[in-house]
Structure formats: structure tokens, C-alpha cells
């Protein structure tokens, strides 16, 4: 069966439509509304389609050029790509932190061993049925969320959406408080670590 060709992904400018976008409105943790913060003038967004985009990779490069930090909050995570580019910002002394579902604290194939292994800091939060987030916040100014979990799979096969936003602080930073809240609400990874787990009918992925 013949592979479509590649689709190409679409950068845009944010400026352009900042007017559109300002008014919209962003659910708290606690359940209130609150504004979505208002695009920088020079804000772009980069929006990824997988299959056939290197989402994977595109959020890679992301984190190689961070300088500051990179948290990850993330319910599925085995892409290797993706955990390299990690331990690589770890070891070049960038605040790296990643939070994973409970799921990945047993799961024979997730990277939390990984990230264990290599010292950089993990945290495995229990606290809901699924800890479905998959964002990462890197330095002051860039975030990226979609449906993409961190995985080859996502990345790959499945039909997914991932999209990197940049020159944004406002809303990175509205992330990063997400960020701290699940970690502050999370366990430390620690080998053989296990929860309760949540029954079928209040487990959806």
C-alpha cells in the first residue's frame, strides 16, 4: 500500500491573528475560567500532524536548544527520541523535570526506568484515574501540547496533533504553574513503586 507523501507542517504567526485569539478563555485547575494570555507580538505557532511530520523529533530540537528548563508532564512516554533529548538537556545542567501518569511507574516499556538511570528528576503523580496531560514547557517562552502522547507510536502511526508555540510567555507560564501543581500533588519515582489502580469505569484514555 502505497504511503501518502508527507504532510508539511504549518508555522504561523500569531501576531496576525491576535485579535481572534485574545479573547478566549483557559480552565483552571480549581475549575474557574481564566484568559487565555494574549499573544507576543512575534509569537508563532508551529503545528504538527502525525503521521509523516517528526513530531518527535520537532519537540527534540525544542529541547536542545533549551537554556533555562524543560518540564514535561506526560501520561504516556516511551519515545526514545524524545528521553534522549532530555537526559541531553540534563546533562548540560538545564532544569529538567518530567511527571508521568502512575501507569509508567510499572509499565515494562516506559522510560521512567530511563529517566531514573540517568538521574534526571521524576515524579509519578496518582492523584486522578488518569493524569492525561501531555505539555512540555521549555525555558520562559515556548510550550507545546496536543493529543500526542510522548511515544514512537504518536509520533508515527497514530493520527495526532502536536503543536509548538513560541515568543509566548504568558502562556507558557500559565503551564509551568500547571506544572508545579502536579508536581507538588506527586510522588518521587522510586524503582518497584506501585498504586491502587483506578477502576474500569473511571479509567479513559
Not at 92 to 101: A, E
Not at 122 to 132: D, E, G, K, S, T
Request: proline letters at 6%; glycine letters at 4%; aromatic letters at 10%.
Amino acid at each position: 500500500m502505497k504511503r501518502p507523501a508527507p504532510r508539511a507542517r504549518a508555522c504561523i504567526a500569531l501576531a496576525a491573528i491576535a485579535l481572534f485569539i485574545a479573547p478566549a478563555t483557559a480552565q483552571a485547575a480549581d475549575g474557574t475560567v481564566v484568559p487565555l494570555p494574549p499573544a507576543a507580538a512575534r509569537a508563532t505557532a508551529e503545528v504538527f500532524f502525525s503521521p509523516d511530520a517528526r513530531t518527535d523529533q520537532a519537540i527534540a530540537t525544542a529541547i536542545g536548544v533549551a537554556r533555562q528548563r524543560v518540564w514535561v508532564a506526560g501520561y504516556y512516554f516511551t519515545s526514545s527520541v524524545i528521553a534522549k533529548a532530555l537526559r541531553a538537556a540534563h546533562a548540560r545542567n538545564v532544569d529538567v523535570r518530567v511527571v508521568l501518569d502512575r501507569s509508567q511507574a510499572t509499565l515494562k516499556y516506559s522510560s521512567a526506568t530511563f529517566f531514573h538511570n540517568q538521574a534526571v528528576p521524576l515524579w509519578i503523580n496518582a492523584r486522578y484515574p488518569v493524569m492525561h496531560h501531555k505539555f512540555v514547557v521549555i525555558d520562559a517562552d515556548t510550550i507545546g501540547f496536543g493529543s500526542m502522547n510522548f511515544t514512537r507510536a504518536g509520533a508515527q502511526q497514530n493520527a495526532e496533533n502536536f503543536n509548538l508555540f513560541r515568543r509566548w510567555p504568558q502562556l507558557a507560564g500559565l503551564y509551568a504553574k500547571e506544572f508545579k501543581r502536579l508536581e507538588e500533588e506527586s510522588e518521587p519515582y522510586r524503582p518497584g513503586m506501585s498504586f491502587e489502580k483506578a477502576s474500569a469505569g473511571e479509567k479513559a484514555e
